[in-house]
């Protein structure tokens, strides 16, 4: 699993490192049972800072992506892989909605907002 952290991305820092390690248990990345990379290791891979990681790490414990063994570290949690993506899919909703509105506001038309889309999608 690699983690890229993107300082210009209107996205937290925390809620990237989130968004990630979620999208690698959706693909099948990172399976239940995996051991993750300590806090302070995450911290010091990703130039962060270890507030940050641990910021991350809580929340993904609290949505039950990942649970702590008191002295071993962290671990990926067994998951419902589709209510997992169904959760990330009403987030992404909720952004989708904002920049379609963006983009009316924009004067762009859908055709224009597909286009403009398919061209961000494919030069990932």
């Known amino acids: 699993m690699k983690i890229t952290i993107s300082t210009g ?17 959706i693909q099948k990345e990172l399976v239940p049972g995996s051991a993750m990379p300590s806090i302070r290791g ?26 702590s063994i008191a002295g071993k570290g962290f671990y990926v949690s067994e998951m419902d892989q589709v209510s997992l993506k169904e959760k990330q ?20 038309r859908l055709e224009e907002i597909v286009d403009l889309v398919t061209v961000l999608y494919e030069n990932d």
């Open 9 to 25: 991305s209107p996205m937290a820092i925390y809620e990237q490192i989130v968004s990630q390690i979620k999208d690698a248990v």
């Open 42 to 67: 995450l911290a010091k891979e990703l130039s962060v800072s270890v507030i940050t990681t641990k910021r991350a790490y809580e929340e993904l414990e609290k949505e039950g992506v990942i649970h």
């Open 89 to 108: 899919t009403i987030q992404l909703e909720s952004h989708f909605e904002q920049l379609v509105q963006d983009a009316k506001n924009a004067g762009l």
